[in-house]
C-alpha cells in the first residue's frame, strides 16, 4: 500500500511540475515577460531555466528516476517562488494578486516527504537498484536549498517599491 501512495504523491507533484514546465516552455516570451516584471535580472535565461527545469524534475518524480533530485528539483521552483512572490502575499493562495504561499509550500514538503522515504516499488530507482532516500535524500534536498538562495543572489532582485 505505501509504494502505492508514494506513486500517487510522485505522479500528482510530477504532472503539476510537467504542466508548469511545459507551460514556460511553450510561452517562453510570455514567462520573459513575467520574470522580468518580477524583477528577474537575465529574465530569458530564468524563464527557459524554469521551464526546463520544471519539466525536469516533473518527469524524474513521475519515473521515480534520481527521486531525491528531482525532488530537490521541485524544492529549488517552490522556495524561489516564495521568496520571489508569494512570501508578500501571505498564506492562502486566493489572498492577494500575487497569490499566497499555501500551493509552493505543499509541493515543497511534499517533495522533501518523497525525497526521505523514497520512490517506493515503482519506481526506476528500485528497478535499477538505487538507494537514494533517507539521509541521503533530505541531505541532496538541502544542496537544493542552498542552489535556490545561491540563484535567488545571483539572478534576481527585487524591484523597488
Not at 1 to 8: K, N
Not at 28 to 35: I, P, S
Not at 66 to 95: D, E, K, M, N
Not at 97 to 122: K, M
Request: no cysteine.
Amino acid at each position: 500500500m505505501a509504494d502505492a501512495i508514494l506513486l500517487l504523491l510522485r505522479a500528482w507533484v510530477g504532472v503539476v511540475m510537467v504542466a508548469h514546465g511545459y507551460n514556460h516552455a511553450t510561452s517562453l516570451d510570455g514567462t520573459t515577460r513575467w520574470f522580468r516584471s518580477k524583477g528577474f535580472r537575465s529574465a530569458r535565461l530564468v524563464a527557459a531555466a524554469s521551464g526546463a527545469g520544471e519539466l525536469a524534475a516533473g518527469i524524474g518524480l513521475l519515473a521515480g528516476f534520481l527521486t531525491p533530485i528531482a525532488a530537490a528539483g521541485v524544492v529549488v521552483v517552490a522556495v524561489t517562488a516564495f521568496w520571489t512572490i508569494h512570501r508578500f502575499a501571505g498564506f492562502f493562495v486566493f489572498s492577494r494578486p500575487d497569490e499566497g504561499w499555501e500551493y509552493v509550500a505543499t509541493l515543497a514538503v511534499a517533495s522533501t516527504v518523497v525525497a526521505a522515504l523514497g520512490p517506493g516499488r515503482f519506481s526506476l530507482d528500485h528497478l535499477l537498484g538505487w538507494q537514494l532516500h533517507g539521509t541521503t535524500g533530505l541531505w541532496i534536498i538541502g544542496a537544493g536549498v542552498v542552489f535556490a538562495a545561491l540563484q535567488l543572489l545571483a539572478l534576481w532582485r527585487r524591484p523597488e517599491e
